[in-house]
């Protein structure tokens, strides 16, 4: 077909040019003989303003073209006279390739409210903000990438399916291939997952660490960027049954080395955005108010404060402010603790080290104080904890130790103690949620509007 992308068309175009744009209508409107028509092609978040003489053949097109309407455009680019465009398109010849019907097109020429937007999900994209939301995801996924192949990581793909439950939490999609109806119950009042596919039970994946582990033992530094799952009933703002996981994982690597990584990774993503997405950043500081490309380029370059969990409660205490949640030595950060070190304490990101062992996973480096592991969260301004992670235990008999604490039989993660019998060495990582991340630099205060496809409890359209 031939055609030009809008985008490349105000980057590259040059005034006398011949080309050919496709796209949707954006908006219609007639003056003096002369009509204009808004289009846009989702490249970019500007609309082409296409001008159609009236005594261009071009000009009986024009019925057709109703909001919503795809269709084709040939012409010439000319400087536009107008401010806030470089280019428009005199059009010579355009062509309707699909209809609108004006009448029950549901996205007209007015704003519409997020909750109307997430009920017509399959249309949603061609608006203004979810344009930009995707735009902005898709060069935060190629910076994912460019970070992690710059420093020689080796992306690697774990499996959706899983026999473990990495997080330990139980909020697990169970993968059957069988109708519940028809499995047979065993002595116990459970079911007989002996006679599905697996021949066991099987899930959808919280995380891809486990298995980032022992490719990491093999591979030196890994990474993967995939789908996860949770079946928690969280119907809020902030959580999402399907999301995107980014888990780097490093062989030879301690605590600090993790905590040094996660701050240089959400460094380069905030510069990539700046860089990269500055007209979708100032559209959804104008509109959205919750973003700005000042932050990000603030964030971007200012150190991390780095303190213990230890220390970040006497500073929560000291602070005589009362928290809807209470603060205590053991009990894990909430939002509201965390959000107040972030905007009142350090004015800045911080990262939080030295949790207490009983609130985190069996597969952190216990300590020597035998109260802490080696865990730390990566906290920012306005959200909280962003990113979790910490240097894993390579040691096997305190490891087994931690899972006969944990209440988790050692035959059932033999694979990952073998890890600890052969050549185990020290080795770290950390998880991003990206949507958590796209929700940040883009100030979108529902999660559910910065993934195409959202899935969330009685949530699962298309």
Known sequence: MGRLRIQSLFSQGQAGQSVTVC??????????GIAFIALSDGSTQDTLQLVIPSESSAFHELPGCNTGAAIKAS???????????????????????????SEHYPLQKKGHSLEFLRDIGH?????????????????????????FQSRGFIWIHTPIITSSDCEGAGDL?????????????????????????????????????????FLALSMGDVYTFGPTFRAENSNTSRHLSEFWMIEPEMAFADLNDDTSLAEQFIH??????????????????KFYKNTSIRELEALSEKKFARISYTEAIDELKKSGRKFEFPVEWGLDLQSEHERYLT???????????????DIKAFYMRLNDDDRTVAAMDVLVPKIGEIIGGSQR??????????????????ESIDWYLDLRRFGSAPHAGFGLGFERFVQYVTGMSNIRDVIPCPRAPHTIKF
């Open 123 to 147: 249309l949603r994209p061609r608006t203004n903000t979810f344009g930009a939301v995707l735009r902005v995801r898709n060069v935060l996924s190629q910076a994912v990438h460019e970070f």
């Open 393 to 410: 235990e390579e040691r096997l008999d305190v490891l087994e130790a931690r899972l006969q604490q944990a209440g988790i039989p050692l």
């Open 75 to 101: 012409g010439i680019i000319r400087e536009s006279p107008g401010k806030g465009q470089q280019f428009e398109i005199e059009v010579s010849t355009l062509a309707v390739m699909g209809n609108a019907d």
């Open 173 to 213: 999609f169970t993968v059957t291939s069988l109708d519940p109806g028809e499995i047979k119950k065993g002595d116990r009042d459970t079911f007989d997952y002996s006679q599905d596919f697996f021949g066991k039970r099987a899930y959808l994946t919280v995380s891809g660490q486990l298995e980032a582990e």
């Open 23 to 32: 796209g949707w209508v954006r908006s219609k409107r007639e003056s003096k």
């Open 268 to 285: 380069f993503l905030c510069k990539r955005t700046v860089e990269s997405c500055p007209d979708e950043i100032q559209f959804f500081e």
């Open 343 to 357: 905007d009142d304490v350090f004015q800045g990101p911080v990262t939080v080290t030295d949790y207490p062992k």
